[in-house]
Structure formats: C-alpha cells, structure tokens
C-alpha cells in the first residue's frame, strides 16, 4: 500500500549536540530578525512567546497478592514523578518554530518492579527514551533502579502555513480520533488508558501535511520515521505512513483514514454528530496483522450542562478489540499493535 523509503542517516548527532544546534539557530534567528526590525521599519516581524510548567505527582498503588509484583515490592507501590516542561515558538509571516525541552525525575517502586520482571515489555518497564525514534535528543543523567532523569526535546519543528496548505517537519505530535478515553485511530501518538496526565503528547519524528478543500473538508499526510531499537536502523516495519480524510456534512463530521503502521494495513472510519443536546462518536479501525484482522471499535456519547453556576461535563465510552482466526471470533488482549495477539 504505501512504501517508505528505507534509508541511513549519514551523520549521528548525540542528544547534547543537538540541544546546542537548535539553540544556536534560535539565537541566530533572533539576531537576524532584530537587525532586519531595526535596519527597516517595513521588515517582517518575528513574534516570539515562552511558556513552560513544572509538576509534581505522587501516584499510591494496592498490589493484590496474586500480583506478579506483589514478591518485588509487597502489598503497595509508590512513586514520585517529577516534570518541568520550557516551550519557546515563533512565528515569522508564513513560517513558525517550535521548541520544547523536558527535564524529568522519577523515584518509582512501579519502574523498579517492571524492571525486575525480564523479558517484559509494557508501559511503564523503563523511563521515556528515543530508541524508536529517527533522532535521538534524550540525554540520560542516571536510569537505574528507583531513579531516572533525562533531559530531552519533545518537540522541536518547523512548519509553514498557505491559503490552504500546512507542512510541518521535525518532532510533533498530532491526535486523530473521536474515542475520549480509548483511541483506536488514533495511531501515531497515542495516550496509554491509564495515562493520568494528558496534557501534552510525547512527540515523534515526522512529515506532515494539510490540504484544505474548497468545500470545507480536508485531506491530512503524515509520514513517521522510526528506528528498530534492535540495530538502531530506520526500518519501514518500524515507521507509519498515513493518509486522512475528514469531511463536514451539515452538522455530522466523518474521518477516513488509510495507513501502513509498522509494516501492517490499516483501515478507520470515524464519525461525530450532534443529536438531543449531546455529542454522539464512535471510531471503527480494522487491522491487518501478521496473526490476523484485528478489529477496534469505540462509541461514545458526552454531554455537558450547567449546575449552581458551574459547567460540567459527563461522557460514557464503550471499547471492543477482537481478533478473526480460523477459529472463529475470539476476544484479544488491549496490547499495543507489535504485541497484539
């Protein structure tokens, strides 16, 4: 269906190197705008902004005794998560940057314990790293044990806007989907289930582009270049190419989606609508596997009102996953695509 081209970075870059690159191309671009503000008054203008945040969680998890834990840490677990997060952007006419460095401290019973369990492959059995992705800007402090710290680019892109069209390079992330709590489509940046802080996506490498119809509807590609952590090498069994469509009619909103993620087909349908005061949305996504079709279907309905002059917001999701084999339909396990089965 789609062919990435297989191919080998000639030069490495480490994670410090990078960091001191695009640093030094944030002050060269800062400098060459002022001197072009000052030396002409008609000159383009730069609009930088900075943000950033800093937080603390502390998560207190009851091990059940026939918990394969329960020999590693005893009857509960504790861990302490540290997150502070600087962003810095620009915008310049049409082009924009954008940049986000990570700074993150982990005490964890949970990584300690996963860690302890060989073989094992979940979320949660090691600190976040660029294994799998094209380029590596995590730098490691320690990572062993209880503790972890890196330092890292989460994001670091550029992207430029036309009248109808958007192309954007470099680390980013991007949210397909109308599932609120479980996403089937929404295959390239996905949240864990039990992800608790949801504010930010970690990014990965990729192309992506936007075409805007004349009609309202749009058509979206992204190609995400992966490395198997294995050799180390950008292989297209490890990276996804994807192509969107999302269309509008009258108050109902419809998505199609037509991938090849990590060597495998795969095919969504996806619709919202509006109907007695709530949002109705559901998402069917249909899987080519080594072992198998795959189906993953969410439907949900969220509704919101307003009670003693506060606003809220309820929602109610249901998720299945089977997979079809010779035998029939049988239930699978919810395991990321590599493990599915």
Not at 264 to 280: K, P, Q, R, Y
Request: glycine share 10%; net charge negative; hydrophobic share 40%.
């Amino acid at each position: 269906m789609f062919k990435l081209l297989s191919f080998r970075v000639g030069v490495t870059l480490t994670s410090g190197r990078l960091v001191v690159l695009t640093l030094s191309c944030i002050c060269l671009l800062s400098a060459n705008t002022y001197a072009q503000d000052f030396g002409s008054e008609k000159a383009a203008q730069t609009a930088w902004t900075f943000g950033g945040h800093s937080k603390y969680q502390y998560i207190h998890t009851r091990i059940p005794e026939d918990s394969v834990l329960h020999s590693i840490n005893g009857d509960h677990l504790q861990d302490h998560n540290f997150e502070m997060r600087l962003k810095a952007s620009a915008r310049r006419d049409r082009w924009d940057f954008g940049i986000h460095a990570q700074l993150i401290g982990v005490h964890s019973d949970t990584l300690a314990g996963l860690r302890g369990l060989p073989g094992l492959i979940i979320p949660g059995s090691d600190v976040i790293n660029d294994d799998r992705r094209w380029f590596n800007l995590t730098h490691e402090f320690n990572n062993e044990g209880k503790n972890a710290s890196v330092l890292r680019l989460d994001r670091v892109n550029v992207g430029y806007t036309g009248d109808r069209t958007v192309i954007r390079f470099g680390r980013q992330a991007i949210s397909w989907g109308n599932g609120l709590l479980f996403t089937p489509m929404d295959i390239l940046n996905p949240f864990d289930p039990a992800t608790v802080d949801k504010e930010y996506k970690s990014g990965d490498d990729m192309l992506y582009g936007q075409y805007l119809l004349t009609n309202g509807n749009d058509i979206q590609a992204v190609a995400v270049v992966r490395r198997n952590p294995l050799n180390g090498e950008v292989e297209q069994d490890s990276s996804s190419t994807a192509l969107k469509y999302h269309g509008v009619w009258a108050s109902n909103e419809y998505d199609l989606l037509l991938a090849e993620h990590y060597g495998e087909t795969l095919i969504g349908l996806g619709a919202s609508t509006d109907f007695g005061g709530a949002v109705w949305r559901g998402d069917l996504v249909w899987n080519d596997t080594d072992s198998g079709s795959v189906i993953s279907a969410v439907a949900g309905i969220s509704y919101s009102w307003v009670l003693r002059e506060h606003n809220w917001t309820g929602f109610l999701e249901y998720f299945t996953m089977v997979s079809a084999r010779p035998m029939g339909i049988t239930p699978c396990l919810v395991l990321p695509p590599t493990l599915i089965c």
